[in-house]
Every structure is written in structure tokens, then in C-alpha cells.
């Protein structure tokens, strides 16, 4: 069983930063791939972030140079630290693993979701 635990969401003045935290824990053998996604009401789910293998990351052009991910192996833990926020950065913020519990099992799952609200 694994789990993925994102923390960190929370209410933000424009211009205001946050950092989440995913912290994967249970049977992991191997990770593919680590990222973010983020869905806004009435959008889709859309990418944010991401580590394509264990050292590049990856960013979606709207949140270049605002946020940065970073990951801390030792914890199991990702992490997103978003920096000048702004109202259009507001959604749910979803944590994404790619991993092999086994050297044959792949699987994806999602973290529960965690609200970033950007507002004056």
C-alpha cells in the first residue's frame, strides 16, 4: 500500500508565497517520475511541475521562474514552493508518483488534492 500526502495549501495575498509537501510513504520499489498537477474549477487537470527522471526537472511555461520543485530523498518528500502568487495560480494542487512497488509492477497514483487560494 502506498500513500501520498500533500500539505501545505492555504489562503495568499497576490504577490505571496506558499510551499507544498508530498510525502510518499508504504512499498516502493523504484520512482519513475515525481510531479504536480494542479486543476482550477471548471478547467481540466493541468501539469505544473515535474521531476521526468531522478535529477532534471520540469516546469509547465506559466509557473517558470515563479516555482521551484525540489524533493528530499531522505524524507520522501516533494516539495513546491510557488512564489509570487497570483488570483490565476488558485486551483487544487495535486501531488503525482510514478513508481514500481515490485521490478515488474508500475503503477501511478495521485495524492488527495491540497487548495491554494490566491486572493486580496
Known amino acids: 500500500q502506498v500513500q501520498l500526502v500533500e500539505s501545505g495549501g492555504g489562503l495568499v495575498q497576490p504577490g505571496g508565497s506558499l510551499r507544498l509537501a508530498c510525502v510518499y510513504s508504504?512499498?516502493?520499489?523504484?520512482?519513475?517520475?515525481v510531479g504536480w498537477y494542479r486543476q482550477a474549477p471548471g478547467k481540466e487537470r493541468e501539469y505544473v511541475a515535474g521531476?521526468?527522471?531522478?535529477?532534471?526537472?520540469d516546469y509547465a511555461d506559466s509557473v517558470k521562474g515563479r516555482f521551484t520543485i525540489s524533493r528530499d530523498n531522505s524524507k520522501d518528500t516533494v516539495y513546491l514552493s510557488m512564489d509570487n502568487l497570483q488570483p490565476e495560480d488558485k486551483a487544487i494542487y495535486y501531488c503525482h508518483l510514478n513508481f514500481y512497488a515490485t521490478e515488474e509492477e508500475e503503477y501511478k497514483m495521485w495524492g488527495q488534492g491540497t487548495q491554494v487560494t490566491v486572493s486580496s
Open positions: 521531476y521526468p527522471d531522478h535529477y532534471t526537472t
Open positions: 508504504g512499498r516502493i520499489f523504484s520512482i519513475n517520475t
